[in-house]
Nanobody, 121 residues
Framework: QRQLVESGGGSVKAGGSLKLSCQAA?????????MGWYRQAPDNERENERE???????????SYADSVKGRFTIAQDNAKNTLYLEMNNLKTEDTAVYYC??????????WGRGTQVTVSS
């Protein structure tokens, strides 16, 4: 059973918006794990080159990569076991596969399979 399933990717014009969702299969994941959105650009094929875009702690503290500050917002709904990434004012350089990840402890070690975001000029 896949523990994290992303959705919401798609193709948009520069300046547009998308909202990604990450549904967790188990109730403890979003409420007890550090959660993050990573992305992997088309020219980066190795997993260790995935870029951390945004992360949120169980208590709600969030942080962002400089490249997305002011444009992206990470949020979670523990009642729905879902993590979100709202992306506004998208740029062509935001094109990537976006992955959801749970991390921070031995019980929090999951990756989703990713959702493609393509931004055209």
């Amino acid at each position: 059973q896949r523990q994290l399933v992303e959705s919401g990717g798609g193709s948009v014009k520069a300046g547009g918006s998308l909202k990604l969702s990450c549904q967790a299969a188990a109730g403890h994941i979003t409420s007890t794990c550090q959660m993050g959105w990573y992305r992997q650009a088309p020219d980066n094929e190795r997993e260790n080159e995935r870029e951390l875009v945004a992360q949120i702690a169980p208590g709600g503290t969030s942080s962002y990569a400089d490249s997305v500050k002011g444009r992206f917002t990470i949020a979670q709904d523990n009642a729905k076991n879902t993590l979100y990434l709202e992306m506004n004012n998208l740029k062509t350089e935001d094109t990537a596969v976006y992955y959801c990840r749970a991390f921070g402890s031995a019980l929090c070690n999951y990756w989703g399979r990713g959702t493609q975001v393509t931004v055209s000029s």
